[in-house]
């Protein structure tokens, strides 16, 4: 068994696919959608090949329902990087607010942002021996 991918619900299509194209690097593989106001956006990490969902659900939507608290429904996605100060930095200069962190240590290091929807996003170097 394998794991396939995770998908995130969004309150801003277009901020959300900002985030994750425009500042973690992640490519849009296509688009779908299976009833009227849904709207389904696969994304992929080029580095890993990790696959992440992005749902839309416009308010007349069946599938739609508001959000409870921001962030709550899903706890944290994470994202290594090589260079985790140029990449943290670059998501809190962006206007990503601070979730958590930074913490830099001998064998890694590693923050938390906040999506558009409120959702903790993490990237970490982690220091291989």
């Known amino acids: 068994m394998g794991f396939v991918y995770a998908s995130i ?7 959300t696919l900002a985030f994750y194209t425009k500042l973690l690097g992640m490519k849009i593989t296509g688009t ?7 709207k389904i956006v696969s994304l992929i990490s080029s580095d890993t090949g990790v696959r992440l969902n992005v749902m ?3 308010k007349h939507c069946k599938l739609y329902t508001p959000y409870k608290k921001d ?5 944290h996605l ?3 990087v090589k260079d985790f100060r140029k990449a ?9 607010p601070i979730a958590m962190g930074p913490f830099e240590g001998k064998t890694r290091s590693l923050g938390f942002v906040k999506d558009p929807n409120g959702i903790w996003v993490g990237v970490a170097s982690f220091n291989k021996k």
């Open 88 to 96: 943290f930095d670059k998501l809190v200069e962006s206007g990503a």
């Open 32 to 38: 779908r959608s299976y009833w009227p106001g849904e």
């Open 71 to 75: 962030g709550v429904e899903l706890d």
């Open 56 to 58: 839309y659900y416009a």
């Open 9 to 15: 619900r969004a309150k801003d299509l277009k901020k």
């Open 78 to 80: 994470m994202f290594e």
